[in-house]
Each structure stands twice: as structure tokens, then as C-alpha cells.
């Protein structure tokens, strides 16, 4: 018969019950280890291409972010690969028309959060960040609608603010994917003329549930995302 082993609390030490939101976080995370088999893809894109389009756009006057960016070419990208927007549902794998982007946002209290942006292929990438702002500050505020709580078809979860380059983030289920976005690291790059320049590299996680989706045509998502990313050229 094995014994679990518990560490010996000290007179410092605190306890804090698995309740209220938190607890549901756990089950659910839990539930989705349990209930699907997950795979993790990592990459890495060059920032250039996009930092420049950032750096236009402000120069005009514009408040969009590297992050809405990032999360419109996600967006677009996953119009040719309908494959990872779905779920999968007593059996049943479905592949929707529309993405209904679940944003990974946290909370007071080591709280999160994934309401979706809803339609946001329809959005251009002003519109995605006006409503990326709005739907954070309705998820602070805890205002967001059980539809909202529930309607994503699939998550990003973005740690590009932390040292943290790839990580395996963990499936919304009954969605089929969700994508990390990790920091950005700079290092040295030698030009086609040899000469050497600084770039900095961002991170990308894909998981993905490999009962719906086989690891070509994930690997493919990621290519044809860092293609795009790399690409010059504006929204």
C-alpha cells in the first residue's frame, strides 16, 4: 500500500480552500486532461514585418496594439484552417464558419477567464482591438454573459509579457485548440549580405486535441501564421 507524503506546514504557512471560482477553474482544467488527448506544437516568427506595421499605424495615429496585430492575423489565418475552430462533442467534431475568439483574460485572485470575442473574422484590426478592450474591461468589471463565458470555438492565452517563450497551454474543451503566445527574445540575425542585425523572435504554442486534429495539419497552422506574421505588409 503507497502513502501519500504532505510537507509538514510551519508556523508561516496558510491555507487556502479550493472553492468558489478557483475550484471551478480546477475541475475544468481538470475535466479537460481527463477528457481529451493533447498535443503541443511549438514555433517561433520574426517580429520585423510586424513591428513595422505597429510603428505605422502609430505614426497615424492609431491605437492598435502588437497584441490585436497578432491576434487579427490569428484570425485571419484561421479562415484556411477550419480544422483547429471547432469542438468536439459526444463524438461529434464540429467546424464552425464563424470565430468566436476566446480570449484568455486574468483576474484578481489568480482568477481566469475565457469570454468570447464573438464574429471576430469580420472584424478588421481597429475594430478587434476596440473590442478586445471593451470585452477586458466588461471581464474585470465581471460583467460578462454566460454566452460570452461559454461561446468561444477557440482560446488564445498570451504570456508575451513575461520570460516565458513557449508553454503548453491547456484545452478550453469542448474546443480542439488553443494558442500560447509566448515572450519575444532578441538576438542576432546574419542578412543574405552577411551583415549582422539585431530581430527579436516571438515564442507561439499550438495544443490541440489529436483526437479531432492529426500534427501535419496543426504544424501547417503554425507555418502559415509565422508566414504571415513575417509578411510586410499592412491590415
Same mark, same amino acid.
Given at each position: 500500500m503507497s502513502?501519500?507524503?504532505?510537507?509538514?506546514?510551519?508556523?508561516?504557512?496558510?491555507?487556502?480552500?479550493l472553492k468558489?471560482?478557483?475550484?471551478?477553474?480546477?475541475?475544468?482544467?481538470h475535466?479537460?486532461?481527463?477528457?481529451?488527448?493533447?498535443?503541443s506544437h511549438?514555433a517561433?516568427?520574426? *517580429?520585423?514585418?510586424l &513591428?513595422?506595421? $505597429?510603428?505605422?499605424?502609430?505614426?497615424? +495615429?492609431? /491605437?492598435?496594439? =502588437?497584441?490585436?496585430? %497578432?491576434l487579427?492575423?490569428?484570425?485571419?489565418?484561421?479562415?484556411?484552417?477550419p480544422?483547429?475552430?471547432?469542438? *468536439?462533442?459526444?463524438? &461529434?467534431?464540429? $467546424?464552425y464558419?464563424?470565430?468566436?475568439l +476566446?480570449? /484568455?483574460?486574468? =483576474?484578481?485572485?489568480? %482568477?481566469?477567464?475565457?469570454?468570447?470575442?464573438?464574429?471576430?473574422?469580420?472584424?478588421?484590426a481597429?475594430q478587434?482591438?476596440?473590442?478586445?478592450?471593451?470585452?477586458?474591461d466588461?471581464a474585470q468589471a465581471?460583467?460578462?454573459?454566460?454566452r460570452?463565458?461559454?461561446g468561444?470555438?477557440?482560446?488564445?492565452?498570451?504570456l508575451?509579457?513575461?520570460?516565458?517563450r513557449?508553454?503548453?497551454?491547456?484545452?478550453?474543451?469542448?474546443?480542439?485548440?488553443?494558442?500560447?503566445?509566448?515572450?519575444?527574445?532578441?538576438?542576432?540575425?546574419r542578412?543574405?549580405d552577411?551583415?549582422?542585425?539585431?530581430?527579436?523572435?516571438?515564442?507561439?504554442?499550438?495544443?490541440?486535441?489529436h483526437?479531432?486534429v492529426?500534427g501535419?495539419?496543426?504544424?501547417?497552422?503554425?507555418d502559415?501564421?509565422?508566414?504571415?506574421?513575417?509578411h510586410?505588409?499592412v491590415?
Amino acid at each position: 500500500m503507497s502513502h501519500m507524503q504532505t510537507a509538514i506546514a510551519d508556523e508561516g504557512s496558510s491555507i487556502l480552500p479550493l472553492k468558489g471560482m478557483r475550484k471551478m477553474i480546477a475541475a475544468k482544467m481538470h475535466e479537460s486532461l481527463q477528457s481529451s488527448a493533447q498535443l503541443s506544437h511549438h514555433a517561433e516568427c520574426e *517580429l520585423t514585418a510586424l &513591428q513595422a506595421r $505597429r510603428a505605422r499605424l502609430k505614426a497615424a +495615429g492609431s /491605437a492598435v496594439s =502588437l497584441q490585436d496585430l %497578432l491576434l487579427h492575423e490569428i484570425v485571419q489565418t484561421l479562415g484556411a484552417h477550419p480544422s483547429l475552430n471547432a469542438t *468536439l462533442q459526444d463524438n &461529434q467534431i464540429t $467546424r464552425y464558419s464563424a470565430v468566436h475568439l +476566446g480570449l /484568455a483574460i486574468p =483576474l484578481p485572485g489568480d %482568477l481566469l477567464v475565457a469570454p468570447a470575442l464573438f464574429d471576430a473574422d469580420q472584424l478588421d484590426a481597429e475594430q478587434l482591438a476596440a473590442a478586445r478592450r471593451a470585452l477586458v474591461d466588461k471581464a474585470q468589471a465581471g460583467k460578462l454573459s454566460v454566452r460570452e463565458l461559454t461561446g468561444a470555438t477557440i482560446t488564445v492565452s498570451n504570456l508575451g509579457l513575461s520570460r516565458v517563450r513557449f508553454f503548453t497551454p491547456i484545452l478550453n474543451v469542448p474546443q480542439v485548440a488553443i494558442i500560447g503566445i509566448g515572450g519575444s527574445q532578441r538576438r542576432l540575425q546574419r542578412e543574405a549580405d552577411g551583415t549582422l542585425v539585431e530581430r527579436d523572435f516571438m515564442g507561439l504554442s499550438l495544443t490541440f486535441d489529436h483526437r479531432a486534429v492529426n500534427g501535419a495539419p496543426a504544424a501547417d497552422f503554425l507555418d502559415d501564421l509565422c508566414r504571415r506574421l513575417e509578411h510586410d505588409e499592412v491590415p
